[in-house]
């Protein structure tokens, strides 16, 4: 967009001078995303103890699927890798909803969040996917009526005060216009766990216990394998306006801030972090080819208005045509001849001629702009000095490489957001109900969970039971499964014309 230094903005504006901007930025930006668009990650959960199995780990996989799917998580996922791309950060999170308006059944669903710079992390995080963080904020603008009519006992007379103490006030309101936050915090608490005889690990430390036994609010009862005492991460949201909480604090059922950023470029200097996308190295690439583009406008568009070598003789009483000469295609120029210049008629200046070594610098910029961003012509499907198909796909690779770490923060990310599906799936799917799997054909099937079943001695088991065991997850990238199988199609019939006789 706005490309140009205001000073010198303001200048060739008061001058009459073109100042174009060949914005090139959203075409490299766009080749990294849709790269990422066009291989999915796929979530693909596996046991890590004894006490899980396969059978489970796919219902955890089919049903991760099934809550993308229903969330339209790649739309979150794209919108975030873009926000990566462009300046250095994106985000989404994840939410926990009921399924209808008339139900009680919570589902989980992923959540785009527009605004990369909407999140404020811990500053003291490291990490990635910022698990270390203790603290976030996520903020949003309201207009005064909205605010009102969703917060109606909030008091406003707190942004009243200018004095020098609550000046700070002032990023909160502006005019019209209001920011909330949802202010996320971890706190350390100490808890009581226990493994239970059927191999469940619960939390007992709101439980009475006696003789080993266990009895929830329900009147359930557990029989304690063995107990220790453990340190448990407590997520709390609450909602504030820079002066008050508004809402809270509400609970999170998980253990990590459930808002996952996607990192483009990051470097650390001390306790200075820095982040930038694809655009930040290429900015003065992108100047230097606006300038060079402008002047070379400016040169040509000044050749049919180049001026006429007059005397005041050759245009008395005609002045006025004359001023309009190098403006208008006139018909005739009438002029009087003057003797002291030996009657020769006017003449037209020689217009300016664009520079070869202006040709040049376009080019070079053009060139600046593929070294600084690592994406050259034959990664964008255009010609090069590329000369066969191996150099094309060598040059392509190159351009891979170059900005695979967007690609692969981006898988990063989604195993964070996968972990965390893995933690709080149990505690959002806890009872006895049937969910819907996704498998990678993208068909569909139901699955009984926490079902519990009598067997022939009259015992109770609780038959896919996913607070069982401890899984962990992959995420691979690649094309989808209806682009593998049309894939397939084509190499079977290249086989066949190839080799008739395999048909």
Not at 284 to 312: F, I
Not at 320 to 341: G, I, M, T, V
């Amino acid at each position: 967009g706005d490309q140009w230094p205001e000073e010198i903005r303001r200048e060739r504006n008061e001058d009459g001078r073109p100042i174009l901007t060949i914005n090139r930025m959203p075409a490299f930006v766009d080749q990294v995303v849709n790269d990422i668009r066009q291989n999915r990650p796929s979530i693909k959960v596996r046991p890590v103890d004894d006490s899980s199995d396969d059978a489970i780990a796919d219902i955890y996989t089919g049903l991760i699927r099934h809550i993308e799917h229903s969330s339209d998580a790649m739309v979150a996922y794209v919108t975030a890798v873009t926000g990566a791309a462009q300046c250095g950060i994106g985000h989404f999170r994840i939410v926990t909803e009921y399924s209808q308006d008339n139900a009680f059944d919570q589902v989980i669903r992923i959540k785009r969040i527009v605004d990369p710079f909407a999140v404020t992390w811990d500053p003291q995080a490291v990490e990635l996917d910022r698990s270390d963080a203790q603290y976030c904020f996520y903020e949003e603008t309201l207009d005064l009526e909205t605010y009102k009519a969703r917060y109606p006992d909030s008091a406003l007379t707190g942004f009243d005060f200018l004095d020098a103490d609550s000046t700070h006030l002032g990023d909160w309101r502006t005019g019209e216009e209001i920011r909330i936050a949802e202010y996320w915090t971890k706190t350390p608490e100490k808890r009581t766990l226990a493994l239970l005889d059927d191999g469940r690990t619960i939390d007992i430390t709101d439980m009475k216990e006696e003789d080993g036994v266990v009895q929830d609010q329900d009147g359930q009862q557990y029989l304690i394998q063995r107990q220790r005492e453990a340190e448990r991460t407590k997520v709390e949201m609450r909602i504030i306006n820079g002066h008050e909480v508004l809402e809270g604090p509400f609970e999170w059922i998980g253990t990590d801030i459930p808002i996952i950023p996607v990192i483009g470029d990051e470097t650390h200097i001390g306790r200075r972090t820095i982040r930038n996308g694809i655009i930040r190295h290429a900015k003065d690439a992108q100047r230097m080819l606006n300038y060079w583009r402008s002047l070379q406008t400016e040169y040509l568009a000044g050749q049919p208005k180049s001026p006429w070598m007059v005397t005041p003789k050759n245009i008395a009483g005609v002045e006025a045509l004359w001023a309009q000469a190098n403006k208008r295609n006139l018909p005739y120029l009438p002029y009087s001849p003057d003797p002291d210049n030996q009657g020769i008629p006017p003449q037209r200046v020689m217009p300016p001629v664009g520079s070869p070594a202006m040709h040049e610098e376009i080019l070079l910029a053009q060139d600046d702009l593929k070294g600084t961003t690592g994406i050259y012509d034959a990664a964008r499907g255009a010609r090069s000095n590329e000369t066969s198909g191996k150099a094309i796909l060598a040059r392509q690779r190159e351009s891979d490489v170059s900005t695979f770490n967007y690609s692969d923060n981006m898988t990063r990310a989604i195993v964070s957001c996968g972990r965390q599906l893995v933690r709080i799936i149990p505690k959002v799917y806890d009872s006895d109900r049937v969910v819907r799997l996704l498998n990678e054909d993208e068909t569909t099937e139901a699955a009984q969970i926490n079902q519990t079943v009598v067997d022939d001695v009259g015992d109770e088991h609780r038959v896919n039971d996913l607070s069982v065991g401890v899984y962990d997850l992959a995420v691979t990238t690649g094309p989808s499964y209806s682009t593998k199988r049309v894939e397939a199609n084509e190499a079977l019939m290249q086989l066949v014309q190839a080799v008739p006789d395999v048909a």
